[in-house]
């Protein structure tokens, strides 16, 4: 397998991706969560490439892509979900399947009710979509969205601090097989000047995507894509019972629950590949 890794022009944003695969053959997206990158996917892509085309941008503010100051560039799901979309056209994908996780949700699940043509198929990796899926361990944030005060941000700054993406990486995970490349590449990107800022923004601004969960859900009704969730059964944030809502508005989606936690590809990377391949070689051949 090789893997290449660009960057392209996204309407003056700058999006780093990696891509793997011929491009002749079905596309996968894959869209990472907070606070990582695109770097979360090294083991889930050779798992896919011989059969897949597979692409996996960084977000805006993440990783290697573009980390505009915020007078410059709005820190809000609706405007990363239009530069992902952007950058799905800039790169002339047609049509894809899409892998999301956590933040990486409600940035596919914008861009396939805004082109349910385009998407193929969705594969859900603790990428919630359902009240029943959030948990307790968001009640800090909650309070933030209620009363966007000084205070109330502050309050939130130790989601960002290394303790918190330790806690995300192993809570849950037998914790000999994390890597901790993963979490101390992600402390490096949240450490740089400024991305603090971004991050509260978006903490902020994810109110906006359980506003949007019923259009979610609409979407899935109305046009009823193949869905397969994958859920780290121990995650501390999304819980099992939003994995088993998909079943509410998709009565055919597969859900699949593994012995893990939040960053379910640290320590089953071969078993999501393998389900996955599964799944879409049922939907896309």
Known sequence: MTMRFKTVDVD???????EAGDAARPTLLLLHGFPTSSHMFRDLIPELADAYHIVAPDLPGFGQSAMAP????????????????????????ASFAVYIFDYGAPVGLRIAAKHPERVTAIITQNGNAYL???????NPVQAYWA????????????????????????????????????????????????????????LLDYASNVAAYDSFQAYFRDHQPPLLALWGQNDP?????????????LPNADVRFFDTGHFALETHAREIGAAMREFLSQHLG
């Open 132 to 138: 029943e899926g959030v948990s307790e361990a968001f």
């Open 70 to 93: 915020r007078d410059q560039y709005a820190y809000t799901f609706d405007n990363i979900a239009n530069t992902i979309d952007r950058f799905t056209e800039v790169l002339g994908l």
């Open 237 to 249: 944030f999304f819980i099992p019972p939003g994995a088993e809502a998909f079943k509410r508005d």
């Open 147 to 202: 009363n966007p005060t000084d205070e109330n941000r502050n309050a939130l700054r130790g989601f960002l601090a290394p303790e918190t993406t330790l806690f995300q990486y192993t809570h849950g995970a037998d914790v000999s097989l994390v890597s901790p490349d993963g979490r101390n590449l992600d402390d490096f990107y949240l450490a740089r000047p400024g991305n603090d800022d971004i991050q509260l923004d978006l």
């Open 12 to 18: 003056g944003t700058e999006i780093f991706y990696r």
